[in-house]
């Protein structure tokens, strides 16, 4: 009779569970491009880093290997002046807060430096391929001063 009650316990219990995906969304899909504040032009080969722990980068002291794998890849533009970042995921069986906000960093000789920001609100409902997507559309840099 135990068992029974066993049992019946564990099928309620696994009856009522729902399911839930083990990958999370940390930073979604970003596209964008950069072009020259003052002609519109597109700018090739502009560096565009996702600056997600600034400290790694504005340390006195040598990043840590843990620190270089935790690094965000940097992208460079293309000659239509696009960049592309993958969404990222992390495996986690309970769930994650999923991401807040993200930081680009834009350096390109000749141009001023460029640090923006994006929340989560700016991704709005974009989706490519059921995927989030943060479309940054134009950046524009200014030319620096001479």
Known sequence: MKKVYVLGLAL?????CQTRPLLHDVSPRVIGRVVAADTGRPLAGVQVINYA???DYDS???????QL????PIARTDSEGR???AREQVLTPFG???WFSLQLFINQAGYERFLTNYSYLNLGTNTWKGQPVLDTG???LQP???
């Open 83 to 85: 960049f592309i970042f």
């Open 96 to 98: 994650g807060s999923g």
């Open 144 to 146: 620096a001063a001479r």
């Open 69 to 72: 794998l935790k690094r965000k």
């Open 60 to 66: 006195a002291s040598p990043p840590k290997g843990g």
């Open 53 to 55: 722990q600034p400290e």
């Open 12 to 16: 309620l219990t696994w009856g009522g």
């Open 138 to 140: 134009d950046i524009r």
